[in-house]
């Protein structure tokens, strides 16, 4: 196709468009040749086309429509095409604008349709490359032999790690000793200590504060075969193994820590979320994607009998299960980002990217979420009248609108290289008071546990589930494994069983942020 006749084509196009009697369908074919057309060539698109597109977007009628998703899409890949195309200069900045503040401003399919379309303007991030393969050769040892060995005192249990503090206590490093079990289990132990040698091997002075582990030193490296493992390892009948590595100091100390004793100040809090925040940032500019900053589900009870293993989609915008549970023991800290298995290397995937950077944006506004929650740690669930337990007055609307902002700001900071250059559009006032609402009411407190989950379970499997969630052992002998679906009140979660997330806004805040991210990198053209 010549240019000449390119223009043609965008002029019938454009005569469509303009036409208020077009229908839905002749709209949608119609954008859906206009991308074609800029597909391969780019700088057929004018001024006009640009505006007609703005009135389609806004258009009632078709916003109404069951595909309308779709439509909108259409029209964000045309934007797409003009952005990374020959199109003139002010032609891009006008489709730029067009989608920053569709993201920013929109709500619903319109606005998820732009926030995604930013997301997938391309980049270039290196791959990192780690050299994880499994050891030839692990030494045999007991845990109370390698604490022992080193001068130290009878280990703590801190999750599945096995820790000790030398003499003078936790103004020491911790030695720690991170269990897994199975084969499996040795292959994130290895990819951990690999992620480990590779940070230390690079010094990166755009990053802020971050205390790494040390793995230890022995003749076969910093993984053990472990002999007489903990219960919990016993259980699995599988093999044991362990990860041995000198902690910082404060490696342990979350920030949103649900114990009184061990809970941050506002201003120790506020930096310590900020840092890490940033620090997410400038690991995945660096090819290094974590995966679970903290555990998020749609569906946890169904994780063994779903392809997704329940994990929670946020660009769905369904249930998140357990949100305040999940926070309990967030992968980042005082010390740093932290739990170094979840490490990913970029797969160059711009899709896979948009979405990891919304996790890990949604894990930092969870965990903020939970910081105001934690100030009465046991006001969960339903009172004694059976009402959802009203904690609102726990929530800072003025600091959590300020986090809200910060988190973003510090997160592109350090994914992009440089602070965000104009503003963040986002009504994060109008945000905050939503989260206050849904996160401060526990409306939704029950999960489902289907009969075809409990078929999967055995007769023990399933007490221990239940007693797992709250469930006396009474009543828990008494119900009958796969008679019928059981209501188990396990949240607060966010929304009701298999329905839509409570709090919209929250995923409307996560896509135009993560989009921001990813657009602001390639407007300052890739290297951060």
């Not at 001024?47 to 703005?54: A, D, E, S, W």
Request: aromatic share 8%; proline share 7%; glycine share 8%.
């Amino acid at each position: 196709m010549t240019f000449c006749t390119a223009i043609r084509e965008r002029e019938r196009i454009e005569e469509t468009l303009s036409s208020p009697n077009s229908d839905f369908g002749a709209v949608y074919m119609s954008v859906h040749s206009l991308c074609r057309l800029l597909a391969h060539h780019p700088d057929a698109m004018s001024f006009r086309t640009l505006h007609l597109m703005g009135q389609v977007w806004t258009r009632p009628s078709l916003g109404g429509q069951k595909q309308a998703y779709f439509l909108y899409r259409l029209i964000s890949e045309a934007l797409v095409a003009v952005l990374t195309g020959t199109a003139a200069d002010p032609l891009r900045e006008g489709a730029s604008r067009f989608l920053k503040h569709a993201a920013e401003i929109g709500s619903g399919r319109q606005q998820r349709a732009a926030a995604e379309a930013l997301g997938s303007l391309p980049i270039l991030i290196q791959r990192p490359e780690i050299e994880n393969s499994p050891p030839k050769r692990l030494s045999r040892i007991s845990a109370e032999a390698f604490f022992r060995k080193r001068g130290l005192a009878r280990p703590a249990v801190l999750g599945r790690s096995l820790v000790a503090f030398p003499a003078g206590g936790s103004a020491g490093r911790p030695l720690v000793l991170k269990v897994a079990a199975g084969r499996s289990g040795l292959k994130s132990l290895t990819v951990e200590a690999a992620w480990m040698r590779h940070l230390q091997q690079r010094s990166d002075c755009r990053r802020p504060r971050f205390d790494l582990p040390e793995p230890v030193r022995s003749e076969t490296g910093p993984l053990f075969e472990l002999t007489g493992p903990p219960a919990w390892a016993r259980r699995s009948n599988l093999p044991a193994f362990a990860l041995g590595f000198h902690a910082p100091r404060d490696y342990f100390r979350y920030p949103n820590d649900h114990r009184p004793r061990f809970r941050m100040g506002e201003a120790l809090f506020q930096e310590v979320l900020i840092r890490n925040a940033r620090l997410l940032g400038s690991l995945t500019a660096d090819g290094i994607v974590h995966t679970a900053p903290i555990p998020l589900f749609h569906n946890r009870v169904q994780a063994g009998r779903r392809a997704d293993a329940g994990r929670y989609h946020w660009w769905r915008g369904g249930r998140l299960d357990r949100w305040l549970h999940s926070c309990r023991y967030p992968n980042f800290g005082a010390s740093g980002v932290r739990d170094f298995e979840h490490f990913v290397p970029f797969d160059g995937s711009m899709q896979g990217l948009f979405r990891s950077i919304g996790s890990h944006l949604l894990s930092l506004v969870l965990v903020t979420a939970s910081y105001f929650r934690h100030r009465k740690p046991d006001r969960i669930g339903r009172d004694a009248d059976g009402r959802p337990v009203d904690v609102r007055e726990v929530f800072d609307i003025g600091l959590l609108r300020k986090l809200l902002r910060d988190v973003f700001r510090s997160y592109y900071r350090g994914f992009v290289g440089n602070p965000p250059s104009d503003t963040f559009a986002v009504d994060l006032k109008r945000l905050a008071l939503r989260m206050t609402e849904e996160m401060g009411v526990d409306r939704h407190m029950d999960e489902m546990l289907r009969v075809q989950d409990q078929r999967v379970m055995d007769d023990p499997q399933f007490r221990d589930f239940l007693v797992g969630r709250g469930i006396s052992e009474q009543e828990a002998a008494r119900l009958v494994r796969g008679k019928e679906d059981l209501a188990l009140p396990t949240g607060p979660h966010l929304g009701g069983f298999n329905r839509p997330i409570s709090l919209p806004e929250l995923i409307e805040y996560v896509g135009a942020a993560a989009g921001c991210c990813i657009a602001g990198r390639f407007r300052q053209g890739q290297a951060p």
